[in-house]
């Protein structure tokens, strides 16, 4: 090899490696620069509310507020990357707006960029509402989720760039309101009710069901899965898990990809929570 092809063969090897660093950077650049947005529900979603049972969610709400176990670890790991943002849509009442604050700064959810509930603002509202909720759209859970959605996708500024997940539970109605949303990256629906939820929307029953999802599409990181089955793993009170006489999981689904002992231990996870769930609701048809 003469000395002037071994210049040209070594100005071309460093112009290759250039490439592939500038385009790492620009790959990098790319990434930093889709921002990722999480928007989640509160009761029966993330806090274990009951709001099919009213006595039951007033007593939950007043003496023994939980959260549902793991979620709050999921929302951190996901909500990793400096361009995230955490949009909270709660039915909650304004007039009790303190209540949804004080349970995600006591149980250690992220800060979020926007906090928006239901527009009821006198206890005198609040009763008409609890009791007769179709009397006026100006009550209508619906209403406001579909309403505060279309708020964030106008004041954020929400392209098709930008990765949108949508957290939520099938006790009312966040499967219809979040199906008004375009083109999301994803839907989860806390499945306790059973009900059918629109096509494409993922029906879960936990916080390690999402993080599974959520690692296959390469969102989370294997780590960020592990943090959030040991929380699973680690939980020695089963009415964080799941609420009474709910629809139960089957236990069965696969993660693929996963660390070989990672992966057993979530297939363990996964029949434990099935067998729980059945535990406290017995009359709970499998899916």
């Known amino acids: 090899m003469t000395g002037r092809s071994g210049s040209r063969l ?16 620009i790959a990098a650049e790319a990434s930093a620069a889709t921002r990722h947005l999480l928007i989640t529900d509160v009761d029966d979603t993330i806090k274990v509310s009951n709001v099919r049972d009213k006595w039951d969610l007033a007593w939950r709400w007043a003496f023994d507020p939980r ?3 793991g979620m709050a670890e999921l929302y951190h790991a996901w ?6 943002e955490f949009h909270v849509v709660s039915g909650t009442p304004r007039l009790l707006e303190w209540s949804v604050e ?16 239901r527009p009821i603002f ?4 609040f009763v008409i509402a609890s009791m007769l909720p179709g009397l006026s759209e100006l009550y209508s859970t619906r209403t406001f ?8 996708l106008q004041q954020r500024q929400v392209t098709g760039d930008d990765l949108v997940v949508l957290i939520g539970d099938d006790t ?24 059918a939820i629109p096509q494409g929307q993922i029906g879960v029953s936990s916080a390690l069901e999402i993080a599974a999802w959520e690692w296959r599409a390469g969102r989370l990181s294997a780590a960020s899965f592990e943090a959030v ?7 020695g009170d089963a009415e964080n898990l799941f609420l009474p006489n709910q629809h139960c999981p089957t236990g069965h689904f696969l993660i693929p990809g996963l660390p070989s002992a990672l992966a057993r231990r979530a297939q363990r996870a996964q029949v434990e929570l099935a067998r729980i769930c059945l535990e406290m609701s017995p009359q709970s048809r499998l899916r």
């Open 229 to 235: 089955l040991s929380e699973i793993e680690n939980e």
């Open 10 to 25: 070594a100005t071309f090897a460093k112009l290759r490696a250039f490439a592939f660093a500038l385009g790492l950077v």
């Open 67 to 69: 959260a549902f176990t």
């Open 79 to 84: 909500l990793k990357p400096s361009s995230s």
């Open 102 to 117: 004080g349970f995600l700064d006591d149980f250690n959810f992220p800060a979020f960029h926007s906090l928006q509930t």
């Open 172 to 195: 009312e109605s966040d499967p219809e309101a979040y199906a008004t949303w375009p083109n999301p990256a994803a839907i989860y629906i806390r499945q306790v009710a059973g009900r």
């Open 145 to 152: 989720k579909e309403a505060a959605l279309k708020e964030i």
């Open 122 to 125: 006198t206890w005198e509202e």
